[in-house]
């Protein structure tokens, strides 16, 4: 049954590649992200991405049942390329035929895909615009 979640998303919430940080929550106290950044940074590094001049976005979601790391990504001018890992008993793994995003990261999506469009996939595209285009918070 669906239940609206608590979506967070400040301006400042940025890694050092520039990666808009938003959380979602079932809860209704914010989530602690400590947890989250070296799996992100993991899984930045098996990627043959230039993150730093990539537009990009990460979810830390601390869902129901299980903390997910969702990381998108813009690419071949107009595709959004997602990694879902899962921190499960064994550690954070990445088994998308087991975990994907969910329709709360979907909002998130939705929202960036029209910053993406207002800010990069126009005539001058603009990553500090992007990076300035946020979700306003649930």
């Not at 990504?73 to 879902?84: K, M």
């Not at 499960?88 to 975990?99: H, I, K």
Request: net charge negative; proline share 6%; aromatic share 14%.
């Amino acid at each position: 049954m669906f239940i609206p979640r608590i979506i967070r998303g400040p301006l400042d919430w940025l890694d050092a590649d520039g990666a808009k940080i938003y959380t979602i929550s079932t809860h209704h106290y914010p989530v602690e992200r400590t947890p989250f950044f070296e799996r992100l940074n993991e899984v930045k590094r098996s990627r043959p991405v230039l993150w730093p001049v990539t537009s990009h976005f990460a979810i830390f979601h601390e869902g129901a049942s299980s903390h997910y790391l969702v990381l998108c990504w813009w690419g071949n001018d107009n595709e959004l390329f997602t990694s879902v890992s899962v921190l499960t008993g064994e550690g954070w793994v990445e088994r998308p035929d087991l975990y994907s995003f969910c329709l709360y990261d979907m909002e998130v999506m939705w929202d960036e895909r029209n910053a993406y469009i207002e800010t990069i996939d126009g005539v001058t595209p603009d990553l500090q615009a992007y990076q300035r285009k946020r979700r306003q918070a649930s």
